[in-house]
């Protein structure tokens, strides 16, 4: 037998952010995989720490590129989990609605990425087009398009500009009359149906063994494990969405679940912009003083969300001073990204380990974090 | 589903072919950039004319994009430093929380967001009020309530009410508690623009943040590096630091001074003796001789002492403290804080020696003879008197012979004061507010009730007083006849003074800046009462110098002229002087300048210049 080795990463088209996997293949079958975090070279969890609460803000959304509020709300939630801090009601609302843009965003990436491993180039460049939609709402309520910095813990950083519920709504409507074309496109495309099911199985074995959560786990076991059901947060259990799950997880599955995620993200969206006050306070007081003083009382919390690849949590340890003592993040792909292509990539072929990479969720920063 | 079916679903996107791209071609990015939306945050822009160059931006930049660079072109005056934050776009994240945290409002971003260069150091921009290539661009992201990073609102300081306090001399006010204090002291930006305009440089962003961290034996610490007396600043120091304090710009400046006092009386008795009696070291030899145990003696005294030089202090008074001590009264600055100061001082081994009157008791030139340097800080002790009709009239008082009274009559060494039932106080000053109100009190004590009125030149706005004395004293029932020139005391037929009359005044200052009041003689004003009290300055006492060395310190206006940075007399290499006597009367300036005279004199004796054996 003959053994190659192959670099994919750590720039790679089909490796999602700075990561590197080394495959061992024999013809176009990966034989061994060997994960080799580190080459982002930031080290979040340890500027964090010497970083002001406030500060941490500008560094914590690059921990997901795609889908940076998830940091935010996670970061927010545990500060004011510590420090008792009662959110405005207004801002839970709009928290909702920056954090569901940002799923329909990071799926609407997903739609877009799966044309590179399968060779449909048209996808990316649709997928592209309407997530600007979505950045274009962002840099009016937050002042930026990817890293917002916008959920600030105590509540959001400055009310919503006047007159953008109206424009969130003609860019759901835009989407929602797109979404079918969509399914024309990809979900009923026989190029990605050829490439994707029956293929990348992930059994639920597999999912309880390695700890994979989202959308994994719940096409996997059928069951609607969702942090925003099982936990709600902000004021999810004031809204009504599904969660779409599945008894079979192949990579086509997991596709068409990002597909029925986005419908209900829409869904969720709209109730949001009906129920929330008009008004109202959106941020409180951290503790007295400026920013630069700015303290969290001792303690420790976990706060977890759920991100469009899983359950996101973020476990921070506070010594009553200006900077979190510690924090250590759960990032959603770190078992699939790190255990698992190390135990389940093996076996795949060349041409799949792509698909494998984007359908299981794997991002590079929040297992190198 | 089909294969048949799915094999045409995706051809319907083919109808995409004939429709007009959405995308932007390369060439308009760069020329014609769509618009950033209002809050965009783009590159910066920077007020000039707002900008203090506090660095407060730079301090909370979380990547330390943000350099304060110094231009020599800004003037260096309080208030401000002669910085402009410069912004390294390299490392900028575009948070925005240097907009947020802006203590003038002058640094905002901008719609602009194009810069292409191939050179690494060309995105290193000073930005002005146009931007960063000096383009005007709309404004995006700027700061509002929602994101206001400052805390502009002081914390309360808790008093007594006018109605609980008038008739004692107990202290009005009653300093923070502990979560008052560290709360008051988290509101800081640590800019330390207060240091540079303190006449003492004080170390304020250090104190205050020991403050916030609960230290107060290190807050004590850094106390004493530049003030020795710490109690009294912290309570009647006319806080200059408070004016400056760029939260001021926005909201309410820092409670600094109340801080201060915090420390000095929230800390335990043996932490502040075991940090102050750190202080002293071995090493310097000589002598030194102090006249006057005011604010600048006392600090030139405890500096060298700190150096290790044997000090005698000689003051004149039965208890040392000069002006804090019988100048000041007690319901601002009470005996026992300045007692606490002072114990200090003596316990790290200066010596005072009171009711010791150089020029009387003991010779200037003996001082000379037995010392290696002598020190003067003889302050402006005497009154100023005011030369109108019947100003010689025995019921007129001088404020600095009245207000030593006043302190002996609230500690209890003098029995009774001779007041009347009504009285009107001339000045417009932090003294002329001391007589007025310490008046107030008098009367009613004696009497049960008081009238107390007081004419000064200037209006409300141009009073020299501070602010709160005026607002105080009104709490307190003074009445005031303010912008009137007082222009004769008026006797009735037994000869007893009924009151004092006045014209209006128009202006106090001609073109040139020099004092030269205008009055409007048709508009007369009458003010009623049968004591007058005048406090329009204080005024220095030479008499214990000879001739030779009067001249030689060249008096101007009360003031010794013929004097170096150090505090060294020219010419005269063995004297040195400090305080009011050279800068004017004030406490701060006092214990500064006594400060930099035990520098220069360390420095000089270390010489062995004119060294005795």
Known sequence: MRELKLFLGPNHPGMHGNFSVHLYVDGDIVKRARPLPGMLHRGFEKLMERRLWTNNIALIPRICVVEPDINEMVYAMGAEALGNIEVPERAHWIRMIILELARIGIHMMAFGGIGGPTGLYTGPNWAITERDLILDIFEEITGARVYHMYIVVGGVRKDLPKGIEKKIENVLDKLEGRLSEYEDLILRNSTIINRTKDNIVLPEEVARELGVTGIGLRTSSGKAYDIRKVDPYARYDQVEFEVPVANYSDAYTRLETKYKEVKQSIRIIRQVLEKMPKDGPVRAKVSTGSALKWRIPKGQVFSHIESSRGEYGYYIVSDGSRQPYRIAVRGASYPQGLLGIEKYLPGTRLDDVAIWLDTMGVCAPEIDR | ?613
């Open chain 2, 1 to 613: 589903m089909g294969n048949k079916k799915n094999f045409f679903a995706p051809i319907k996107a083919w109808k995409y072919l004939v429709k007009k791209p959405i995308s932007i071609p390369m060439e308009d990015i760069f020329e014609n950039p769509r618009e950033a939306a209002d809050r965009y945050r783009g590159f910066h822009a920077n007020d000039w004319e707002k900008c203090i160059g506090c660095g407060t931006c730079s301090e909370i930049c979380p990547t330390n994009a943000i350099v304060m660079q110094e231009r020599e072109e800004l003037p260096d005056e309080d208030g401000s430093k002669p910085e402009k934050p410069a912004i390294d776009y390299g490392r900028c994240t575009f948070c925005g929380l240097c907009v947020d945290i802006c203590t003038t409002n002058s640094l905002t971003m901008t719609k602009e967001y194009v810069h292409i260069s191939k050179d690494v150091d060309d995105f290193y921009f000073l930005p002005k009020e146009n931007g960063i290539h000096d383009i005007k661009y709309e404004n995006a992201y700027v700061r509002d309530e929602v994101s206001e990073l400052l805390d502009l609102k002081r914390y309360d300081m808790v008093g007594l009410e006018a109605d609980e306090r008038k008739d004692s001399f107990i202290e009005i006010v009653k300093g923070f508690s502990k979560e008052t204090a560290i709360a008051e002291a988290s509101r800081c930006v640590e800019c330390g623009i207060c240091t540079k305009t303190c006449p003492a440089t004080m170390n304020i962003p250090e104190y205050i943040l020991s403050i916030w961290k609960d230290d107060l034996e290190e807050g004590v610490d850094w106390l004493y590096k530049t003030n020795p007396l710490p109690g009294v600043c912290g309570r009647i120091c006319t806080h200059k630091c408070e004016t400056a304090c760029a939260l001021g710009n926005r909201g309410e400046a820092v409670s600094i001074r109340w801080l201060k006092r915090y420390i000095v009386d929230n800390t335990p008795e043996e932490d502040y003796e075991k940090v102050v009696l750190a202080n002293v070291s071995k090493g310097g030899e000589g002598k030194v001789a102090i006249v006057g145990a005011g604010p600048a003696g006392i600090s030139a005294g405890y500096y060298l002492r700190t150096m290790g030089y044997e000090v005698d202090i000689f003051e004149a008074m039965p208890l040392a403290g000069g002006v804090m001590r019988y100048g000041i009264p007690q319901y601002r600055l009470p005996d026992y804080s300045l007692d606490k100061d002072i114990s200090f001082i003596e316990k790290i081994g200066v010596k005072i020696h009171t009711n010791t009157q150089v020029g009387k008791d003991i010779q200037l030139e003996e001082l000379h003879s037995k010392y290696d340097v002598v020190f003067l800080g003889t302050g402006f002790f005497g009154a100023r008197g005011l030369n109108i009709p019947n100003s010689d009239h025995k019921d007129v008082h001088l404020a600095m012979d009245f207000l030593p009274q006043v302190r002996d009559f609230a500690r209890g060494v003098i029995k009774d004061i001779d007041v009347h039932k009504s009285a009107v106080v001339i000045g417009g000053g932090n003294v002329a507010f001391d007589v007025a109100r310490s008046l107030i009190r008098l009367q009613e004590i004696k009497y049960g009730k008081s009238d107390v009125k007081l004419i000064a030149l200037e209006n409300e706005e141009q009073l020299p007083a501070d602010r709160e004395e005026y607002e105080e004293g009104m709490e307190e029932g003074i009445k005031y006849q303010l912008g009137c020139g007082p222009q004769e005391v008026m006797l009735d037929d037994k000869g007893n003074i009924k009151g004092v009359k006045g014209f209006k005044c128009l202006s106090i200052f001609d073109g040139q800046h020099r004092f030269n009041p205008q009055f409007d003689t048709s508009d007369v004003k009458m003010v009623e009462g049968t004591q007058v009290y005048v406090s329009i300055g204080q005024s220095p006492d030479y008499s214990y110098l000879d001739k030779e060395l009067e001249e030689k310190l060249g008096i101007t206006r009360g003031k010794i002229t013929k004097i170096g940075k150090n505090r060294q007399v020219e010419g005269v290499d063995w004297l040195f002087a400090g305080g009011d006597i050279v800068q004017g009367p004030d406490v701060i300036h006092g214990i500064a300048d006594g400060h930099e005279a035990a520098k220069a004199i360390d420095e000089y004796l270390m010489n062995g210049k004119n060294k005795k054996k």
